[in-house]
């Protein structure tokens, strides 16, 4: 039976508690906070290059530690003591900004599991190199959307945390595709101001936004069963408001209005890519006027040609994606979403990373 759940007070306030405190952490320190707050067979999911991963020292020493001293500053004016007892430990330079947070039974096991999202953007000094990125000594956005499952012992058992890692190359001067059809910038939260659902919330909301959800997804996915290119914008405008904003990932860019959306997005993504498969996704949940999802991968599709530019090929190249929508009235009303571009990217035979760092000579 399904679970009815709708207070999720406890599991909200369990992933405030693990950001402040891993957040305020000392590098030194973070291994320890990620193992307080996650279960022994923690499972934790990232974007290309990262991946899966089953350890917190190998969470943190692969990803976060990277990333910390990448967006850390460089104070020139400090001098490490010689004494390693009044050593000072750097202070944290990266901010965490959060416009949208909220939880919810995941619909994709009947309510068995318990979420918690929140999305944002990590601010910080990109003063040493990333990825193969060059740093720039200026301060830079990296876009994140995060999902949390919690168990009833109060503990984080898995994480996917999804990045807009072409964005940072982006604001670097190194955007590595053609011409995007939308249009990239720093995105903002949502238009209502009303994201961080850190009280409680009305059950009957949340089940008006999934049905609206739900209903979308099954008239998009209407369209790969038949193999349908184009769709009329009558489709779209059953679940979505006409001045719909769609926040897509640095590499496609966002779109305004369901016309300008379907010309820059939808209508390129559907010409140049066949055999779409879709897998469905591994959380999906809402609270209030939120909801999201993401997959591992959500869908699996070949590329005619054309798609990021992308010459045509027969790889059947998966795509990891996350969506989260805010819902006003009875249609959504904004998109924000995230895509693994680099991961399908590679599937395909272009390592966009490994190519930043040979024309860079660029470590690491």
Not at 212 to 221: F, G, T
């Amino acid at each position: 039976m399904p679970n009815h759940k709708t207070n999720f007070q406890k599991e909200k306030q369990i992933v405030q508690n693990y950001i402040n405190d891993f957040d305020r952490a000392a590098d030194s320190e973070l291994s320890e906070v990620l193992k307080q707050y996650t279960t022994e067979n923690y499972h934790w999911r990232g974007m290309h290059p990262f991946y899966e991963k089953h350890t917190a020292e190998d969470v943190v020493n692969e990803f976060w530690l990277p990333l910390r001293q990448a967006f850390a500053s460089r104070d020139t004016s400090y001098k490490t003591p010689k004494t390693p007892k009044t050593a000072k430990t750097p202070k944290n330079m990266l901010q965490r900004r959060t416009d949208i947070f909220f939880a919810g039974a995941n619909d994709c096991d009947e309510g068995k599991t318990v979420w918690v999202v929140h999305m944002g953007h990590f601010l910080g000094l990109f003063d040493q190199n990333w990825l193969g990125i060059p740093s720039t000594g200026k301060m830079a956005f990296l876009r994140f959307a995060e999902f949390h499952r919690i168990t009833e012992e109060g503990k984080i058992a898995e994480t996917a945390l999804f990045l807009d890692l072409i964005s940072v190359m982006h604001q670097a001067g190194h955007y590595p595709l053609p011409p995007m059809t939308g249009t990239h910038f720093m995105y903002p939260g949502p238009r209502t101001h009303d994201g961080l659902l850190y009280d409680i919330q009305e059950p009957k909301e949340a089940d008006l936004t999934l049905a609206v959800l739900n209903q979308m997804i099954a008239d998009l996915n209407s369209l790969n069963t038949n193999d349908a290119k184009r769709c009329p914008p009558e489709l779209l405008a059953k679940t979505w408001k006409d001045d719909m904003i769609w926040y897509g990932p640095c590499g496609i860019g966002a779109s305004y209005t369901i016309e300008r959306y379907q010309q820059q997005h939808q209508y390129p993504f559907r010409d140049h890519l066949y055999d779409k498969v879709f897998n469905g996704h591994i959380a999906r949940i809402a609270e209030g006027d939120y909801c999201g999802f993401f997959g591992w991968p959500n869908l699996n599709n070949k590329n005619s040609g054309g798609f990021l530019g992308l010459p045509a090929n027969d790889n059947h190249a998966p795509m990891r994606v996350v969506d989260i929508y805010r819902r006003e009235g009875n249609k959504l009303a904004e998109n924000w979403v995230f895509i693994d571009l680099l991961h399908y990217l590679n599937e395909q035979g272009l390592d966009v990373l490994a190519r930043m760092r040979r024309i860079n000579r660029s470590t690491p």
